[in-house]
């Protein structure tokens, strides 16, 4: 029972770093809230790695560039695009656009590992593009073809592209390491990768201007939005299995429209209705149609 109250706690908390997002992206630039977010996930990171294996592992040789390429996808360009884009669009939007990511990797997963595309999973991923372009189009997919995709969009789409490489890199590391190891180094790789970046934004010089809420929202994008929900959803993957604990990830789109109505006051459409239904019958469909779904949920 705790299991399961642990993981739709971790998708609410994934919900959550959407409308954290988009307060942060309103006071701090992209880079600067990218390493910042990824400096408070680092320490907690490496605490429990310390805690739980005694020590920081010395990692193989050979694993130092795929970490590097964990750290440089999954921390640097994600995040980056997460808060450039947040910057223009509403959290809700965002939110269901990335919830095409497990949706996106199983497809992905099928042309480079082979792995078998079921009928009930073609139609999984096929309504979950639907349900996308229904909630990206404001209901006219038509408009998509006529350049109404503004740069907010393609900035979260990016997103997308950054975490189907993250989790399809990371299926090469996570038989050699611990998720906890690769996650814990490819987050200290990202964020000495943004540290550049976010000085050439004037990062310390914006940094007294920060207010307590803009703080709070990049504590709880470091903290919850990434360690403790990293944390809880790979013990459900331990306790439950990863086909289904992957079906909570469901909840994260859901959980972010219902979170920025009542906490960013954004306006609930029909359109984004029935996007969230669509998108979340495809993650549904995709998730159950074969054996072994990715465990990449979000971030």
């Keep these: 029972m705790l299991t399961y109250i642990k993981l739709i706690l971790t998708a609410v908390f994934w919900g959550g770093t959407f409308i954290a997002g988009r307060v942060v992206a309103k006071d701090v630039l992209p880079f ?3 390493f910042l977010r990824f400096a408070i996930a680092s320490v907690f990171l490496v605490l429990i790695t310390w805690r739980v294996e005694g020590k920081l592992p010395k990692i193989d040789r050979s694993l130092i560039v795929p970490i590097c390429l964990l750290g440089l996808t999954g921390v640097f360009a994600y995040n980056a695009f997460f808060f450039k884009g947040l910057q223009s669009i509403d959290a809700g939007r965002a939110a269901l656009i990335i919830a095409l990511n497990p949706v996106m990797i199983s497809f992905f997963s099928s042309i480079l590992f ?50 189907v ?39 310390w010089s914006f940094l007294p201007s920060y207010s307590g809420i803009t703080w709070l929202g990049l504590f709880y994008l470091g903290f919850f939005g990434t360690v403790l929900g990293f944390v809880w959803y790979y013990e459900g ?32 459409t029909l359109s984004l209705l029935i996007g969230a239904v669509l998108v979340s019958t495809g993650i549904y469909l995709t998730h159950t149609g074969f054996g072994k779904p990715s465990t990449q949920g979000h971030h």
């Excluded at 996570?174 to 004037?202: D, F, H, Q, R, W």
């Design 32 to 34: 600067s809230a990218s």
């Design 114 to 163: 082979k792995e078998e595309l079921t009928p009930i999973k073609i139609i999984g991923i096929l309504l979950s593009v639907i349900g996308a372009m229904t909630v990206i189009s404001r209901g006219n997919p038509l408009h998509l073809f006529q350049g109404h995709l503004g740069w907010g969009e393609m900035n979260i789409f990016g997103c997308v592209l950054s975490w």
């Design 165 to 203: 490489s993250f989790s399809l890199i990371g299926k090469s590391v996570l038989g050699k390491i611990s998720p906890l190891v690769s996650i814990c180094y490819s987050s200290l790789a990202g964020t000495a990768a943004l540290m550049i970046p976010a000085l050439l934004e004037g990062l």
């Design 237 to 268: 993957i331990k306790k439950i299995g990863p086909t289904r604990a992957g079906l909570f990830i469901n909840v994260v789109p859901l959980s972010a429209v219902v979170l920025a109505f009542f906490l960013l006051n954004e306006p609930l």
